[in-house]
């Protein structure tokens, strides 16, 4: 009866956390509603700056000029409160470590929440100006481009969600190694069938375009090796 309790303490708690990230959700998103227009200019610029001048982004829905800002707004928000629900999931599983254990988990955490910002910032300046830059010089000539807003917000999102969790490749690496699953040496003799999966992740995860797969490939395979790295320099060998 006492475990049960317990037990059901715990969901409490869990509960009470995720109410809180969401709250904390709302509010940042009450804030960003007023300026849910500029957001949505900041988040298209990647786009807007290379589209020719007789070209322009549009909307094929009736309440799409009103729905994509406030959905862009939306994650937007989400996206900047990813740190507190971090510590949320940080604040319910820490009682139950060692002192050891919290100060590994928390590197593996901050690891991820870095290497999470960094994919989405890296898709977002480098990898959307060369896809959409590809995409325009690319058209047939008389083919005037006229990009709907809903579906752009589409595209981005499985960009940024795919670098995002791409990008989190080497601490797996590194997990895997601590923990013993694998090794670094059995994983490096691996390499091949890495790139291979590299490109299948590229091309299941990305839009349905050969240069989205690709860039996601290549960075994916060097997170890898950068995976290795670490594991060499970070983890003692095993006597």
């Given at each position: 009866?006492?475990?049960?309790?317990?037990?059901?303490?715990?969901?409490?708690?869990?509960?009470?956390?995720?109410?809180?990230?969401?709250?904390?959700?709302g509010l940042f998103f009450v804030p960003f509603i007023p300026f849910a227009n500029e957001i949505y200019?900041?988040?298209?610029?990647?786009?807007q700056q290379i589209l020719p001048a007789n070209s322009s982004m549009i909307a094929t829905e009736v309440a799409s000029p009103f729905i994509a800002p406030l959905k862009i707004s939306f994650f937007v928000s989400l996206f900047f409160s990813i740190p507190y629900s971090i510590v949320q999931i940080w604040g319910f599983i820490a009682p139950g470590m060692?002192?050891?254990?919290?100060?590994?988990?928390?590197?593996?955490?901050?690891?991820?929440?870095?290497?999470?910002?960094?994919?989405?910032?890296?898709?977002?300046?480098?990898?959307?100006?060369l896809v959409f830059n590809f995409f325009t010089s690319s058209a047939p000539e008389g083919i005037?481009?006229?990009?709907?807003?809903s579906r752009y917000l589409d595209f981005?999102?499985?960009?940024?969600?795919?670098?995002?969790?791409?990008f989190e490749i080497?601490?797996?690496?590194?997990?895997?190694?601590?923990?013993?699953?694998?090794?670094?040496?059995?994983?490096?003799l691996k390499r091949p069938y890495v790139l291979i999966t590299c490109f299948i992740f590229g091309m299941i995860i990305t839009p349905p375009d050969v240069i989205s797969?690709?860039?996601?490939?290549?960075?994916?395979?060097?997170?890898?090796?950068?995976?290795?790295?670490?594991?060499?320099?970070?983890?003692?060998?095993?006597?």
């Open positions: 009866m006492k475990d049960e309790i317990s037990f059901l303490d715990h969901l409490k708690e869990l509960r009470a956390r995720l109410i809180k990230s969401l709250i904390v959700v200019l900041l988040v298209s610029s990647p786009l060692y002192e050891d254990e919290k100060a590994f988990a928390f590197g593996i955490f901050l690891s991820s929440l870095v290497l999470f910002y960094v994919g989405v910032f890296f898709s977002y300046f480098v990898i959307l100006p005037v481009l006229m990009t709907d807003i981005i999102f499985s960009i940024f969600f795919a670098f995002g969790i791409s080497p601490v797996l690496i590194f997990l895997l190694c601590w923990t013993g699953i694998s090794s670094v040496e059995s994983l490096a797969q690709i860039l996601l490939a290549l960075p994916a395979y060097l997170l890898f090796e950068i995976g290795l790295l670490c594991s060499r320099i970070f983890i003692q060998e095993k006597k």
